[in-house]
């Protein structure tokens, strides 16, 4: 009997993914445990593996096609077994609930619910509710290109753009002549190129008419062609695509405000070599997220979010950490971190990273972060804002340690200075708890006495 494969459901709030890739063809025989697909969720790519034997008898779902979870995809059997019949998935419905939207740089935003009313107009019972989804707009579908297929065969040989050529004839169709015509306006005659540079292009789909070659008087070689393929518009990743919406609705939604203090970290630095030879490794970035967390348990109203009508508390602290990779930023999550000492704090810290960095972090370790720490100092940098995440109050950007001169009682020493920004939603946190807020993790940061207890 064949075996229905579905696409599966990777964290609690995760209604929706798409297949990347498939790694087999119809036809090709899978093995349980084999690779089957990868599939992107709006937080990472994962592959999935199969739980039959036998052959992928029929794709459901190609790639790219976002569906709801637990949809069925293909099916695995024996070649030429009947393949049950199944109804073609649907656009995923929108999930209305108390729902939070994870983004890269951390954090989450509370989704509007609307409560349903029974008769009489009593609210329902609170919880999740399905609706139709809206489909957003369409793009504007691109205008149609008339072209003769005399004309189109001659631009084709030529390799330039149809679309760059106007029409003549009705409706705009583009006729031999309008080729011609253009090619006479871009001196094709003149055109020098070589044989691989035209072939590569022509594979491309390139207009030769539009590059610059940098050879011999001006002679198109195929390092120009490649130049103009890396400029071709490329379509962004999911992930990208969210990273770009949540970020701009983010900065153009919450009006921020930024607080930037200097760290003297010489001592801590020098405590932290002293744990190191005795055994003890920990990362700068270990100190900084336990004195984030101790703050926030201090100033509970940056630990908050607000609707810009109501103002919440989120009480523990679900900590985020950004972790830089290729195609972006990912954030896990450290929950309830002020239950964890440092070690705890240390090791759940390393091992979020190391998963974030092998594309194994679970969608539902990616959500509800309630402050984020993004952490730049191995990268060499003096001071950066960073953006508020929808669902927070605040972010800190904490940037490299450097040398600097520095009064210290008096005397001019050398001390090892770090810069931290903070940024926050001003609609919850003046410029004064702001300032508060951020030279209480500094002085935290430079506490001694508070580190050797802690170690």
Known sequence: MAQAVVMPKLGQTVEESSIVKWHKKEGDSVKKGEILFEIETDKAVLEIESFF?????????????????????????MPGEPIPAVPAPAAAPELVSDFRFQVPGGGARKAETQVPKAEG????PAGATRRPATAPPAPAAPARLFISPR??????????????IIGSGPN??????????????GRYAALRITPAAKELAAREDLDILKMNGTGESGRIG??????????????????????????????????????????????????????????????????????????????????????????RWHG???????????????????????????????????????????????????????????????MDVENFLAIINPGEGAILAVSSTKDQVAAVNGEVKVRAMMKMTLSVDHRIVDGSLAAVFANTVGKKLEDMALWKSLT
């Open 222 to 311: 195929v390092e120009d062609v490649k130049r103009a393929v890396a400029m071709k518009p490329r379509k962004m990743s999911k992930r990208r695509q969210i990273i770009a919406r949540r970020l701009t609705e983010s900065f153009t939604t919450t009006p921020h405000f930024y607080v930037t203090v200097s760290v003297d970290m010489t001592d801590l630095m020098a405590f932290r070599k002293q744990l190191k030879d005795a055994g003890q490794a920990y990362t700068v970035t270990d100190f900084i997220l336990k004195a984030v967390i101790l703050s926030l348990q201090e100033h509970r109203t940056v630990n908050s979010t607000t609707d810009g009508v109501t103002i």
């Open 53 to 77: 034997e036998g052959a992928l008898i029929k794709v459901i779902v190609g790639e790219g096609m976002p569906v709801p979870v637990l949809s069925t995809v293909g099916f695995i059997g």
């Open 316 to 378: 523990p602290v679900q900590l985020g950490m950004a972790v830089a990779l290729d195609e972006g930023l990912v954030v896990p999550v450290i929950r309830n971190a002020e239950d964890l000492t440092l070690d705890e704090l240390r090791e759940t810290a390393r091992t979020l990273a190391e998963k974030a960095r092998a594309g194994t972090l679970l969608p539902d370790e990616m959500m509800g972060s309630t402050f984020t720490v993004s952490n730049m100092g191995m």
């Open 121 to 124: 107009g009593e609210p329902k």
């Open 151 to 164: 004309a189109k065969a001659l631009a084709k040989e030529r390799i330039v753009d149809s679309a760059n």
């Open 172 to 185: 705009g169709r583009i006729t031999v002549r309008d080729v011609e015509a253009y090619c006479e306006a």
